[in-house]
């Protein structure tokens, strides 16, 4: 069983690396930000308390982002482990997640301030299916429209230069008090996260003893006897 948090400033790739690893490994990925999205998509409930919070400007409450990953996680849907993308965010939440679960490794992506501007102003999301596009490396075959759905591409209300600031500076802030807390239950990795992906994603596979992917057919069956 492996299980994996990733964390880092937005911009840092989290899902990238989130996506790779999971699909090599045959993990689950968990990402906060991506049940939300699915909420808000099927309004449920939850999809308009996150709805009515976005809207406000606002990051989605301590209490509904742990309500959802308690739920997310009782469902042990995995056989071979998960990588949580995005959380925890703040000290609570890091208080929570280690109150409640164990985790074997924490993957720090780390990009300066102005990566994180450059990636971030470059992000599209599709108004309709949500799928995430980036203007430097997955750019839409036609601009300002979803290869899926055809739904038009927006930049996220909060995906300004100003806004922007507060937030690096919000995660900046936040992010110290989260690793040394979870420093106490698993290896934290801070990886160098400014190069390109392939670099990246073979520096955290080193840093987790995943040196390789599974040979084709294997992915299923475990590790091989070595
Ligand atoms: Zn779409």
Sequence with gaps: MRKYTLVGVPGSGKSTHGARLTHDFDLVRISVGDIFRWHVRHHTKIGARVRDGMAAGR??????VEAVMRDRLEQHDWNHGF??????????????????????????????????????LARRRCSRCGTDYSLIESRPRQEGTCDSCAGRLVARDDDTSEALTTRIQDYRRNIGPVLELLRRKAPVFVIDASGDPDTVQAEIRTRLGLASPPAPGEGSTGRADS
């Design 59 to 64: 990051l989605v409450g301590d209490t509904l």
């Design 83 to 120: 990588v949580i993308d995005g959380f925890p965010r703040n000290r609570r939440q890091a208080e929570f997640f280690l109150e409640t679960y164990d985790i074997d490794a924490v993957i720090y992506l780390e990009i300066s301030d102005s990566q994180v501007r450059e990636r971030v």
